[in-house]
């Protein structure tokens, strides 16, 4: 597996929640509670938003929220804002050669 | 506060080498493992390699296997990334990112630098 899959896009209205799956396997998000979750605004390198599956490092806003439920992480936004408008990346630690694998990305259109 | 700058990139024929740097300071550098992650143009994040904190142990992703080579001097505070054989594919942002404490059992990226560009053309 060369990626995590991720849906290209999801849009919502200011004021509204999203959420974004990430699909893996066994040997990653299924194996491991290492999900990690970034944010890319264009042009910037990416953010760290949630690591551990579901633990926000100081600075990330409360809206940002993650899960997993056997293969598949997500990540929820809450009260949706402009600025949230970006591409967000999953990333997994995988015990397969690869050691670490990123999503396919998605692109977060606020509307 | 935590700082990563990258430097090295640049305009490369197929075939040719180049060795990325990337200067760390803010945070304790011989304590964290060191990553490269890359993006080509308009497209993903892919992960190319780690480095422990010590230095003695490098994973490479596939795509890079063989023709790439993760170092890093702690006595300097400086991660390298060296690479050979470059493909036209290899055309991407490289970014120098920290890693995991030693010690904390976790696995992510916290801190990312603005990227080199590395463009492979003839």
């Known amino acids: 597996q060369s990626a995590l899959t991720q849906p290209a896009s999801v849009s919502g209205s200011p004021g509204q929640s999203i959420t974004i799956s990430c699909s893996g396997t066994s040997s990653d998000i299924g194996g491991h509670n290492y999900v990690s979750w970034y944010q890319q605004h264009p042009g910037k390198a990416p953010k760290l938003l949630i690591f551990?599956?579901?633990n926000r490092p100081s600075g990330t806003s409360y809206r940002f929220s993650g899960s997993k439920s056997g293969s598949t992480a997500s990540l929820t936004i809450s009260g949706l804002q402009a600025d949230d408008e970006a591409d967000y990346y999953c990333?997994?630690?995988?015990?397969?050669?690869?050691?670490?694998?990123f999503g396919t990305g998605t692109k977060v259109t606020v509307l | 506060q935590v700082e990563l700058v990258e430097s090295g990139g640049g305009v490369v024929q197929p075939g040719s080498s180049l060795r990325l740097s990337c200067a760390a300071s803010?945070?304790?550098?011989?304590?964290?493992?060191m990553h490269w992650v890359r993006q080509a143009p308009g497209k993903g994040l892919e992960w190319v390699a780690v480095v422990s904190y010590d230095g003695n142990k490098n994973y490479y992703a596939d795509s890079v296997k063989g023709r790439f080579t993760i170092s890093r001097d702690n006595s300097k505070n400086t991660l390298y990334l060296q690479l050979n054989s470059l493909r036209g594919e290899d055309t991407s942002i490289f970014y120098c990112?920290?890693?995991?404490?030693?010690?904390?059992?976790?696995?992510?990226?916290?801190?990312w630098g603005q990227g080199t560009l590395v463009t492979v053309s003839s």
């Open positions: 990112v920290r890693g995991s404490r030693y010690g904390s059992g976790s696995f992510y990226f916290d801190y």
């Open positions: 803010g945070f304790t550098f011989s304590s964290y493992a």
């Open positions: 551990d599956v579901s």
């Open positions: 990333s997994s630690y995988t015990s397969s050669s690869i050691f670490f694998i």
